[in-house]
């Protein structure tokens, strides 16, 4: 599962983004709190998430799932990985998808 600090990472190289200043400014916050979100100090609004989801072409129950995992009781968190990985195959699919380009090819072998 992916911290914050690689979601943001993700969302910046989706959106033209190039440091975590640009990104404070993207999000009218200041960098130490983007700082403090990379770090886990401060949690991610549920805005910030639900714009990475879109940005990034994943499902908003991926991020909170990874997010608040390890927070999450001990008897709980074998319901949320369930939950998560399909969210998140669904976006990978997607992901995979938009970077394949014309499709995989074996590479091929002539003999003569």
């Known amino acids: 599962m992916r911290s914050a600090s690689q979601w943001l990472d993700l969302f910046k190289m989706n959106k033209p983004l190039y440091s975590d200043y640009a990104l404070a400014r993207h999000w009218g916050v200041s960098t130490s709190h983007i700082s403090q979100y990379r770090k886990g ?10 714009e990475i989801a879109e940005t990034c072409n994943r499902q908003p129950l991926e991020i909170i799932v990874s997010l608040n995992y390890d927070k999450a009781r001990e008897r709980d968190k074998e319901g949320l990985k369930d939950v998560y990985f399909e969210a998140a195959k669904e976006g990978i699919c997607n992901e995979m998808a938009a970077n394949a380009g ?10 003569k």
Not at 41 to 50: D, G, K, V, W, Y
Not at 102 to 111: E, L, V
């Open 41 to 50: 100090r401060m949690n991610l609004p549920l805005a910030f998430m639900l």
């Open 102 to 111: 014309r499709g995989w090819r074996p590479k091929r072998r002539y003999y």
